[in-house]
Each structure stands twice: as structure tokens, then as C-alpha cells.
């Protein structure tokens, strides 16, 4: 998972997957769903990001480990 924010558009894109997107779905206002060809979710885009997440803080809670 790799999380990107794009000062110049206030845009934060949440990759999920390194498949590619072919279909994109608003489903709230500047929230976009991104899916794969079988039509997994593979990433999030949130416009206006600075307006609906605190882009300062990022918390991971019970992340599985390689071990």
C-alpha cells in the first residue's frame, strides 16, 4: 500500500494494489473508488483531501508482521 498526497491539487491517492485501475466510481463527493479488471478495489482518491483528513497524523493499528 502506498499513500501519496499531491499539495498542488489537494489530493491524497491511497494505492491498494499494483494492478491497474480501469474503472473509477464517485461514491461520495471528490471520493473516487478505483478498480481492476475483475473489479478488486485497488485505490482511493480523495480531492479537497486537506478539508475531509487530518493530513497530519497517520496511525497503523494491528498491521500483520512478515514473521
Known amino acids: 500500500m502506498k499513500i ?3 499539495p498542488d491539487t489537494d ?3 491511497i494505492d491498494l494494489s499494483e ?3 480501469v474503472e473509477s466510481r ?3 463527493e471528490g471520493i473516487v473508488l478505483d478498480y481492476d479488471v ?3 478495489l485497488v ?10 483528513v ?3 497524523t497517520l ?4 498491521l500483520p508482521s512478515d514473521g
Open 43 to 52: 485505490g482511493i482518491d480523495i480531492d479537497n483531501a486537506s478539508k475531509k
Open 38 to 40: 475483475e473489479g478488486r
Open 59 to 62: 496511525t497503523l493499528n494491528k
Open 26 to 28: 464517485e461514491v461520495s
Open 19 to 21: 494492478q491497474p485501475s
Open 54 to 56: 487530518n493530513l497530519k
Open 11 to 13: 489530493s491524497l491517492y
Open 4 to 6: 501519496s498526497y499531491y
